[in-house]
């Protein structure tokens, strides 16, 4: 990269809401002055120390923080056998699929909760891709009281039966979107059209480090909690920073909560991977790999897009990746070169999957899956006293179906 | 009309002109037609704009389809699916509006859409396509003032105006704001919403078009759920400059296909005769 390296990568975005050319605040005129207001309250929260603590009181005790931080013995050496003399990395989880719910995106509905209910907002929307944000929207919602609406891609209904279930267990209402192409993106175009229309006493938990300003920055501030803990973690089992960080990316946000609060230690290296899906030569959900710079959904980002701007649609087998956008700040931290990305297929992370299944006894949900599949083919190529810290942003219990499906088995 | 500028009377623009008519010394309201190009054709289209003008739409809106209209309701929404199914290429979108240009030099052409197709070859590139066709006026649903410098400069620089949003939402202090860079007219989307569903007061909107007008040195006109001659004749009665009419438009166009022209005509004809005749 041409671009002089900044004396911080943790300062972004600046004060409208750009991480370099990306990001920004991209939404009709009816939303703009509520986004102001949210960006506002927001940054009074942020110096508020009531505000912090209830947000991590809620952490310890309801969603069971801090996760743990393992070491992955069997992995490490699995993954050594294929390695020449002298190399294979240590492999470490940060395990965030123990959380309440079972993934990360808990972190941050709890403190999107929060702030609605400082704005005085009555009711809560949020859009669902794999219905993990969803059913996490939902249990909030249930915590605190309030009524809850979740725009799903009909597609998505179909083939997430046991997560729609769930969010209705919770009390939320489901609404199937049958616009466009029945997915995720067209659950967040669905979700826009509620909040522009309720503006006066909605609030709109968005699931992924993307959206307009303050979005990005407020969901990586809530998932920071995931590196600021594995930082402390690591630090306090080995003396040492890890030597590689390494996270799935869907929209992003398990990525920069790992990354962000290491983006300043030059010696860490990071890793984030894209959904390649069939292959970056066929339908995938790789952005950055596949996309370029346009804008979506509020904000400035890498989109699978045609030559006119039209938005193409994403695929991978892991819902939660299937989305043809990327969080700003990846785009950013990609451009000036601090962080790595590649891609992983379906196979690839089927593959890995199973891997982690039988060497150590965690159902991965099929996100992290990507991610455990970058580790295993990076793990060999690094000095054997090296660590690898990989987020396990998810377990696997909702892809049990998908993945039977995969392997031909019938349940 | 002494809300125009003086500058804007010595370079009277296709804009301009179609907001400063009048009829026995009373300025006379505008009535702003809405369709999107390439629905269900692009075949089809040059026939439905022709129908616009001959029913007496004083300015026509093109909307570019886009994959991810946000902003829409489902009238529109379909029609931007269709029109993508059919294959609408922003080439194509550029040569209806030349043709459009060719057939019509008096009537007003304002381009309306979202942000991505708008700017995914470079704002100049899109500027001086717009200013090549003869494009009056560009409405983009997703660039705030904000983010003006994605589109506003290039748009300035060929003298094609950008058109501005305001919305209820949209208050005192941050009116200069979205009126600074911004001409042709103002469009008061008058309900918090998407396009195509509930109406607005006629009160509410009376009070906000006083507001906006008062501000304002450019005409502003209201749309957002009108669908109806009645409807767009009690609009422009509480002192809209213009009335915006899609959903309607594109209901036509959704029901008859290529046929639509005859509906389409009808429709605009009964409108422009509520709207001119308001005040």
Redesign the interface.
């Given at each position: 990269m041409t671009a002089p390296a900044p004396n911080s990568f943790r300062t972004q975005p600046d004060a409208?809401g750009h991480f370099g050319q990306f990001g920004?605040?991209?939404?009709?005129?009816?939303?703009?002055?509520?986004i102001l207001e949210l960006e506002r309250e927001y940054t009074r929260a942020k110096a508020d120390p009531a505000f912090a603590a209830e947000f991590e009181d809620l952490l310890e005790h309801y969603v069971g923080r801090p996760s743990p931080l393992y070491y992955a013995p069997r992995l490490t050496e699995a993954l050594r056998q294929s390695a020449a003399e002298g190399l294979g990395a240590q492999v470490w989880f940060k395990r965030d699929e123990l959380n309440h719910t079972g993934a990360h995106k808990i972190n941050n509905c709890i403190g999107q909760i929060l702030l609605a209910m400082r704005m005085g907002k009555t009711r809560i929307i949020a859009e669902t891709g794999a219905g993990q944000h969803g059913v996490a929207t939902a249990t909030v919602c249930a915590r605190f009281g309030l009524p809850c609406v979740i725009y799903m891609g009909a597609k998505d209904v179909e083939r997430q039966q046991p997560n729609v279930f769930r969010m209705k267990l919770l009390g939320a209402e489901v609404i199937p979107v049958t616009?466009?192409a029945n997915t995720l993106?067209?659950a967040?175009?669905e979700a826009?059209?509620d909040w522009?229309?309720n503006?006066h006493d909605t609030f709109y938990i968005i699931g992924t480090a993307a959206g307009p300003h303050p979005y990005p920055e407020l969901v990586r501030d809530f998932q920071s909690v995931i590196g600021k803990e594995a930082r402390a973690q690591l630090l306090s089992r080995t003396g040492r920073l890890p030597d590689l960080l390494v996270a799935a990316i869907g929209g992003g946000s398990n990525a920069i909560g790992l990354f962000h609060p290491f983006l300043d230690d030059p010696s860490v290296k990071m890793l984030g991977v894209e959904a390649a899906g069939h292959g970056l030569d066929k339908e995938h959900a790789a952005s950055l790999a596949g996309g370029r710079p346009?804008?979506?959904?509020?904000n400035?980002t890498y989109?699978l897009?045609d030559?006119?701007?039209?938005?193409t649609e994403a695929h991978s087998i892991s819902a939660g990746l299937d989305y043809p956008g990327i969080g700003p700040e990846h785009s950013w931290l990609r451009d000036v070169g601090r962080v790595d990305y590649t891609s992983v297929t379906d196979t690839e992370a089927l593959d890995a999957f199973q891997l982690l299944c039988r060497t150590e006894g965690i159902i991965p949900a099929l996100e992290p899956s990507h991610a455990i599949a970058a580790v295993a083919k990076v793990a060999p190529t690094m000095p054997r006293d090296a660590i690898i810290l990989a987020n396990l942003c998810g377990r696997g219990d909702k892809d049990i179906f998908t993945v039977a499906d995969a392997l031909g088995a019938k349940l | 009309m002494t809300r125009l500028s003086p500058n804007r009377r010595l370079f009277p623009n296709r804009l301009s002109a179609a907001f400063a008519r009048e009829v026995n010394g009373v300025p006379r309201p505008a009535l702003i037609t809405f369709i999107t190009a390439g629905d269900p054709t692009a075949a089809a289209t040059p026939a439905i704009l022709d129908a616009l003008v001959e029913g007496g739409a004083d300015i026509v809106e093109l909307g570019m389809p886009f994959t991810d209209p946000m902003a829409d309701g489902p009238a529109i929404q379909a029609a931007n699916l269709r029109s993508l199914a059919s294959g609408t290429t922003t080439a194509a979108i550029f040569a209806l509006a030349r043709g459009f240009r060719e057939r019509h030099p008096e009537t007003p052409l304002v381009l309306m859409g979202y942000a991505n197709p708008m700017t995914t070859r470079g704002p100049e590139w899109f500027a001086q396509e717009c200013h090549k066709a003869g494009v009056d006026g560009v409405i983009c649903v997703d660039i705030p003032p904000e983010e003006d410098a994605d589109l506003g400069p290039a748009l300035r620089a060929v003298g094609v105006s950008l058109i501005r949003l305001a919305t209820p939402t949209t208050d005192a202090a941050r009116l200069p704001a979205v009126l600074e860079g911004s001409s042709g007219f103002l469009y008061y989307v008058s309900v918090a919403g998407i396009t195509g569903k509930q109406q607005a007061q006629v009160a509410s909107v009376e009070e906000a078009v006083a507001r906006l007008k008062a501000s304002s040195t450019i005409p502003v006109a209201v749309g957002f759920g009108v669908r109806t001659p009645e409807q767009a004749a009690a609009i422009a009665a509480a002192g809209a400059d213009g009335v915006v009419v899609g959903s309607a438009l594109v209901d036509l166009v959704a029901q008859h296909g290529a046929a639509a022209p005859v509906a389409i005509r009808d429709l605009t004809r009964a409108l422009a005769e509520a709207v001119h005749s308001a005040r």
């Open positions: 409208n920004g605040r991209y939404v009709s005129e009816t939303l703009m002055p509520l616009s466009g993106k067209d967040m175009n826009l059209r522009v229309a503006i346009g804008i979506l959904h509020g400035k989109l897009q030559e006119d701007g039209q938005i | -």
